[in-house]
């Protein structure tokens, strides 16, 4: 089973600015606009100072990809999903569909 924790499989979900004096963390979010109509958009969810260390900055990340208002892991194929993509608290869509016959 890979990490919970692991930082890496959630960074592609993850934007840094370090631009305007501070460092901006933006997460991916997704909307649906209906059935087969995904919005996404990065949202900014955290400024930090640019003088933030590095550690500071990966327990930060630890604690964003923590957050399920924003992210979760698949309980089936325990890829990191947005939690957009989640059928539901456990599940991600292409689980639901391939294993669960679910049509999205």
């Given amino acids: 089973m890979t990490d919970s924790n ?14 305007n ?4 963390i933006s997460v991916e979010i997704v909307e649906w606009l209906g059935p087969h109509e995904p919005k996404l958009e990065y949202r900014i969810v955290k400024k930090l ?3 933030t260390s590095d550690v500071q900055l990966e ?4 604690n964003l990809i923590s957050d399920n208002r924003y992210f ?11 939690r957009g993509r989640m059928h539901d608290h ?6 639901a569909e391939n294993n669960h016959d679910v049509v999205h």
């Fill in 49 to 51: 100072p640019l003088n």
């Fill in 90 to 95: 456990f599940i991600c869509h292409t689980c």
């Fill in 59 to 62: 327990q930060e990340l630890k």
């Fill in 72 to 82: 979760a892991r698949c309980a089936e194929c325990k890829n990191a999903c947005l």
């Fill in 21 to 24: 004096g501070a460092i901006d």
């Fill in 6 to 19: 692991n930082i890496d499989d959630f960074k592609k979900y993850i934007w840094l600015d370090k631009t």
